[in-house]
């Protein structure tokens, strides 16, 4: 099936869920995952390089995931790291050209169809770039 997975985390609560998931399709082909966390940085004028959240706030939910997964049996792998704010999505499938994966795991936050057009999601970009398939959980 999927030896190889991608999923990508945040803070939210739907980040669990599709780690769920990710942990589920990795033991059904005893395969190994890659858990991604991308802190968005701004640049803004004057200030420079804005954070949007500590190193250690990013970190925390790959070390989390990982230790999970290992503890599930599943063979994991994980990466926090800085992104300027917007390019999510193409780091995301970067990651998953990178490690070759057969599937990209990722949560929506739940945003409507007409919000996620105007606001834009991270997920939305990701089904619209992807070469190959994503599971985008809820």
């Given at each position: 099936m999927y030896e190889?997975?991608?999923?990508?985390?945040?803070?939210s609560d739907v980040a669990q869920r599709a780690l769920d998931a990710a942990r589920e399709l990795a033991l059904l082909s005893k395969g190994e995952v890659w858990v991604l966390?991308?802190?968005?940085?701004?640049?803004?004028?004057?200030?420079?390089?804005?954070?949007?959240?500590?190193?250690?706030?990013?970190?925390?939910?790959?070390?989390?995931?990982?230790?999970?997964?290992?503890?599930?049996?599943?063979?994991?792998?994980?990466e926090a790291r800085n992104t300027p704010y917007g390019h999510a999505a193409r780091e995301i499938m970067a990651d998953a050209k990178e490690h070759d994966v057969g599937v990209?795991?990722?949560?929506?936050?739940?945003?409507?169809?007409?919000?996620?057009?105007?606001v834009g999601s991270t997920a939305h970009k990701v089904i619209h770039l992807a070469d190959r398939p994503v599971l985008v959980v809820r």
């Open positions: 190889r997975v991608l999923v990508a985390v945040d803070h966390h991308l802190r968005e940085r701004e640049v803004i004028a004057q200030m420079g390089d804005v954070p949007s959240e500590s190193a250690a706030d990013a970190e925390s939910p790959v070390s989390a995931a990982v230790e999970e997964l290992t503890k599930a049996g599943v063979t994991a792998h994980g990209i795991v990722m949560g929506t936050r739940g945003r409507s169809e007409l919000a996620g057009l105007v």
